[in-house]
């Protein structure tokens, strides 16, 4: 055996494998690209080698074998491949030959499709019912899938109006929308079940299930682009009408398919359409471009896997391989660490990629990535590229498995990962640098400490000076700082002064509240400050401990316990508590409360008191505050222009007290 022909057995093996793993498991192990690539090779070595050209080869044929678990079916009418083209000179050269083999010097005219990455399909009608419906397989046999095909909505199972043929194949894509596929992925996670690396391998999975009700379950669709075998109808001499007779029969067509006068016009179709590929609600991988004229096509013939009147014009590829180098945690704004790939720089898309989210560990440990793995990467259209897959078969035996980092990169706090969530995250979040501006705004905010007039912006302005890196540092500044800021004079800046001055005195709750531990909303914090009445309660408690408190289950408290765990957020409530910031001591009462634990709900305008100042004050004395009117209302209070919560509770026979009953009660509650 020769050197070449050892090569060209080589790339045909190779390929083989690729097209079973592709075409028959649904699970390819490269990238599209990839293939092409060897795919190409072996042409131009073959154009070279004609001799050498075998009737196996993966050039001489379409797709790979049929399952052997369905029934085979043999297409009356060969279903070919399509030759591709990747650049407007192979768009041109394409026109060339067509207009020379056809001794032909006009204009010609050609339909536009979008070329849909799906499955292909063959539907057969007899006497407009229909009665097969098979896969395309390796282009002379394919599967039969008809069980799986009548589930789907698209795919009429009889032909409506007049003049239908007596038997007609109509030839298609059977695919899944972006959404579908989203929304598929999202259910199988959450049901443990398998999930399908891209929209293509889900339509192809699901169509070729042996139960139909697995395919029922599935958003697939369907879009007719040709004719195969027929009898007893004339059709037009012209391809795009015969698809606008498949659409009055009720046969779907892509909306997007356009019939043009000119080979510059086929490439400006194809420019438009890039420029919306992302906004449709299907992959597409390129457009596909066919003469028009029936009896041309039949003058021009076709070549042993492709007919020579059509055109696959390829988009940039979207995806690629290249090697995981190493793994980084970045910690967001709320704590959580996103791994992110920093990877060998390979060009996909026309854009040179060399970082991809990995989202949380447990992607990484459903996909099996390892640091020196070579990957499959994605990226569609202005999405962050993806990691898609591990090419197993390329593992290095130095590959390291990737763990969780104990402490958190940027102020090595704990890290830490509650079951059940599949985001680890950051306990320092009072003093970690990427959490800080959240922090602080948070803090500041009018339900937390409520410092009036320290808003994002100025928060912003104070951090990119340095005047301020943490909360505890909102009550270090001074006029001179405040003073120097943009659009900041003497009386503004006394102002901020004079509220963070105020905000000192505030509440338990609230205080709580303002540390934004991770899930503690204000009624947490409320209930909290009612059960251990003081901080130091609250800080030293464990995680049983904080069990016992309303509405606080195992992860809150788990959060808790890990926030108060932490020597840097600890520092900073000491410098706030050393800032001069307090609260009145929580007192138990023994006399009578008609608002505790009861359901309250407040429509209107008082006059006296803000809405939140009534929420905190009835919330203080243990009352539930809720949205909405229903049978287990306890009270409404309602103030000027209440609206339609007032009938409902009229109609519910709901006490309803205005303005005066609640200063009254209230009162009366706190007195000793």
């Known amino acids: 055996m020769n050197a070449i022909t050892a090569e060209l057995e080589q790339l045909r093996e190779l390929l083989r494998r690729y097209n079973y793993h592709y075409y028959v498991l649904d699970n390819p192990l490269v990238p599209d690209a990839e293939y092409d690539r060897h795919y190409q090779k072996l042409v131009a070595l073959e154009t070279v080698h004609p001799d050498s050209i075998t009737s196996d080869s993966p050039t001489q044929r379409v797709g790979g074998q049929p399952l052997k678990e369905f029934q085979q079916v043999t297409h009356q009418i060969p279903m070919l491949s399509l030759t591709n083209a990747f650049s407007n000179e192979e768009v041109n050269a394409f026109a060339k030959r067509l207009h020379e083999r056809l001794d032909y010097h006009q204009h010609l005219t050609f339909t536009c499709e979008p070329k849909l990455d799906g499955l292909a399909v063959t539907l057969h009608y007899e006497k407009g019912e229909l009665i097969l419906a098979a896969t395309r397989g390796d282009g002379v046999n394919g599967e039969n899938v008809t069980h799986n095909a009548r589930t789907i909505p698209t795919i009429p199972l009889r032909l409506m109006g007049d003049m239908i043929p007596d038997y007609l194949e109509v030839r298609g894509e059977v695919y899944m929308s972006k959404i579908g596929f989203e929304n598929y992925n999202k259910k199988a996670l959450k049901q443990g079940k398998k999930t399908f690396a891209n929209p293509r391998n889900a339509a192809a999975g699901s169509l070729r299930q042996l139960d139909p009700k697995i395919a029922a379950e599935r958003p697939l669709s369907f879009y007719c682009y040709g004719i195969g075998y027929y009898k007893g109808f004339k059709f037009s001499n012209s391809h795009f009408q015969n698809l606008q007779q498949l659409k009055n029969w009720g046969i779907l067509i892509n909306p997007e398919s356009m ?55 390829k988009f940039p590829t979207q995806e690629e391989m290249t090697k995981l180098k190493k793994i980084e945690f970045q910690v967001g704004r709320t704590g959580v660490l996103t791994p992110v790939a920093r990877l060998e720089p390979v060009e996909v898309a026309g854009v040179t990629i060399s970082n991809a989210t990995l989202h949380n560990m447990d992607e990484i440990r459903k996909k099996d990535i390892h640091v020196g793995d070579t990957v499959i990467i994605r990226r569609a259209g202005d999405v962050i590229p993806e990691v ?85 540092d909102i009550y270090d500044l001074n006029l001179t700082d405040l003073a120097r800021l943009e659009r900041m004079g003497e009386k503004s800046a006394n102002n901020i002064l004079e509220a963070i001055e105020k905000s000192k005195t505030t509440t338990l709750p609230r205080f709580l509240f303002a540390l934004g531990i991770r899930e503690v909303g204000e009624i947490t914090a409320f209930h909290l400050a009612q059960h251990f009445k003081n901080l130091s309660a609250v800080m030293h408690a464990n995680e049983e401990q904080l069990e016992q408190v309303t509405d606080i289950g195992i992860v809150v408290a788990t959060h808790i316990r890990l926030f108060f765990k932490q020597k840097h957020n600890l520092e900073i409530i000491d410098r706030l508590l050393n800032a001069g910031i307090h609260w009145p001591e929580i007192i138990e009462t023994e006399h009578a409360n008609p608002f505790k634990d009861k359901k309250i709900v407040l429509t209107g305008a008082l006059e006296n008191l803000s809405r939140q100042q009534a929420k905190q004050e009835l919330m203080s004395l243990g009352a539930k505050i809720t949205n909405s009117i229903s049978k287990t209302t306890d009270y409404l209070v309602a103030g000027n222009n209440p609206g339609s919560k007032y009938n409902k509770a009229q109609e519910l026979n709901i006490p309803i007290l205005n303005e005066l009953d609640l200063d009254s009660l209230i009162k009366n509650s706190k007195k000793t």
């Open 259 to 313: 019939r043009v006068n000119s080979i510059e016009e086929c490439i400006e179709y194809y420019n438009q359409l890039s420029l919306r590929r992302n906004q449709l609600d299907y992959e597409i991988d390129g457009v596909v471009y066919k003469l028009d004229d029936l009896d041309f096509q039949s003058l021009v013939g076709n070549i042993a896997k492709a007919p020579r009147w059509a055109l696959a014009h």
């Open 388 to 472: 898609v897959k591990v090419v197993e078969h390329l593992r290095p035996k130095e590959a390291l498995a990737i763990d969780l980092p104990a402490k958190c990169p940027d102020c090595y706090s704990d890290v830490t990962l509650i079951e059940g969530e599949a985001q680890a995250r950051c306990t320092g979040g009072l003093f970690c640098p990427a959490q800080r501006k959240q922090a602080i705004i948070h803090f500041a905010s009018r339900k937390a400490m409520d410092v009036d007039g320290l808003g994002k912006k100025l928060i912003e302005q104070l951090i990119d000076k340095n005047l301020i890196n943490n909360i505890a």
